[in-house]
């Protein structure tokens, strides 16, 4: 989003404000999965704790499962976009725009979703880089395609809108692709796994509310942004919302340090050594 913002500034106003509440509006739909698959890391680091590396790999698989049905979700949403944002006080230019953008870029919520799912799986391992490592991956990508596509070099067509939008999808696909190409390598050490529906049952009983609490703050903050904000008109919009992009970067360092609390406290659980659990929660609030 925040890259989108950058480079497709320059194309004005109605495409800065389409380009970043496109990314939020389309993160709207990623927000639910993404809080279902942040329970993998808790079974995963559990069963990581136990030495049961195999049982914990599962888990990997289950949260791959839940990436596909997100894609789905998100394909059978492609046909109502334009009926949605045609109830929004916006005008014809960001609706325009708005709409072209969604329509390209909800194709990229299954391998989002997808490495998210992964990323999870691998932290409750204790291996956090390499999510790491894909995600800068996937930005670099985004950039380059940008350059490439929004305004058209090296015998690209100039697409703008869409092509930051497709720029994020080609990126978010390829980088997915390299991540599950890893875990199918990385498997190979371990016995073939044998899923279980209880396991997937247990995982959406816990993964379930987690996403509903993640999607009903989110929609609350994006209802207020399409519905308050975009009725200000696109000046108002398009610096809200450029403000906002650069603010989504500042509590990424306490997210990923509650995220690695809970990957250590789920180690401990799965170790037996549960008395560890509460200097781990206090050595992660302090810090």
């Keep these: 989003g925040l890259a989108d913002a950058l480079m497709i500034a320059h194309l004005g106003e109605s495409a800065l404000a389409s380009v970043t509440t496109g990314a939020l509006d389309g993160f709207a739909?990623?927000?639910?999965?993404?809080?279902?698959?942040?329970?993998?890391?808790?079974?995963?680091s559990q069963l990581a704790g136990a030495r049961q590396f195999g049982a914990a790999r599962r888990?990997?698989?289950?949260?791959?499962?839940?990436?596909?049905?997100?894609?789905?979700?998100?394909?059978?949403?492609?046909?109502?976009?334009?009926?949605v944002l045609g109830l929004l006080d916006y005008t014809p230019q960001v609706t325009a725009g708005l709409s072209s953008y969604l329509a390209i870029r909800l194709y990229f919520?299954?391998?989002?979703?997808?490495?998210?799912?992964?990323?999870?799986?691998?932290?409750g391992l204790g291996n956090t880089k390499v999510l790491m490592r894909v995600n800068v991956a996937a930005m670099l990508m985004n950039v380059g395609f940008n350059w490439l596509l929004i305004d058209g070099h090296w015998g690209c067509p100039a697409l703008g809108i869409r092509g930051a939008s497709l720029a994020s999808v080609i990126a978010t696909t390829i980088a997915f692709l390299g991540f599950f190409l890893y875990f199918l390598r990385d498997g190979r050490r371990l016995p073939r796994p044998r899923l279980r529906a209880a396991e997937f049952l247990r995982l959406l009983r816990f993964g379930l509310p987690s996403g509903f609490n993640w999607a009903f703050e989110f929609f609350a903050f994006v209802s207020y942004v399409n519905i308050v904000i975009g009725s200000l008109g696109t000046t108002s919009l398009a610096a809200m919302m450029s403000v906002l992009q650069i603010n989504s970067i500042s509590f990424m360092p306490s997210f990923g340090i509650a995220s690695a609390g809970a990957i250590l406290v789920g180690q401990a659980i799965?170790?037996?050594?549960?008395?560890?659990v509460p200097g781990l929660a206090g050595l992660t609030l302090r810090t």
């Design 59 to 83: 888990y990997g698989w289950y949260g791959l499962m839940i990436a596909g049905f997100a894609e789905l979700l998100a394909l059978g949403s492609l046909p109502y976009i334009e009926s």
């Design 29 to 44: 739909l990623l927000i639910f999965p993404f809080g279902i698959t942040f329970i993998v890391s808790s079974f995963a």
């Design 109 to 123: 919520t299954g391998p989002a979703v997808g490495i998210e799912a992964l990323g999870n799986y691998y932290g």
């Design 270 to 276: 799965g170790a037996r050594r549960k008395a560890a």
